[in-house]
């Protein structure tokens, strides 16, 4: 695949977090800076989503959305029309446990006909780790202006292609939501 860009949607005040959820500490450091540090050896080529200040001390480009109040599909459509990449990957900024290994295979199986590439196990999909191409604009621009704002949705109306992965594999794509999710990272990790 040719260059990519890769946007973080960070998402805005998370209630369950009770704070920016991407500058939530794990392990000593915010979650954003583990998923930049999986990214760095693919591309430096990182924007963040946000229209928060608290990112500021990151040296990337920040860009609000254009639509606001439309959750991750909102994010979507605000990277992709800032990307100057056919293809881009989309993370969201709660997986802390993100590995470059495994961005690698999502970017090297990635098979072109696809307009979004992405991973899934049996119990579940995960459309904010995923490759999407700039072509899947106008259909998430019709999504949101229809309040269609569910990911799967979206995804049954676009040509995709769904990385299978272990059960076991679900741990490192796990977003963390909540302090308890935080908690029982922290004791299964230690």
Known sequence: METLTVFI????????????????LF???????HIIQAILPITEQVKLITATKEYDYLPYQKIPDIISD????????????????????????????????????LISKHNDEAEITVFASESRLHPLIGIYSKKVLPAIKNAIDNDELKMMDLLAKIPHQ???IDESENFHLTNINSVDELNDLNINLS
Do not use: H, W
Not at 9 to 24: D, F, H, P
Not at 27 to 33: L, R, S, T
Not at 74 to 84: C, D, H, P, V
């Open 9 to 24: 949607l960070c998402g805005g005040k998370s209630s369950r977090m009770q704070s920016e959820k991407g500058l939530v």
């Open 27 to 33: 392990q000593g450091k915010p979650f954003i800076e």
């Open 70 to 105: 439309k959750g991750p599909l909102g994010g979507i459509y605000t990277a992709l029309s800032n990307s100057e990449t056919e293809f881009n990957l989309i993370l969201s900024c709660d997986i802390p446990l993100i590995s470059t290994e495994l961005l690698s295979e």
């Open 162 to 164: 769904i990385l299978n």
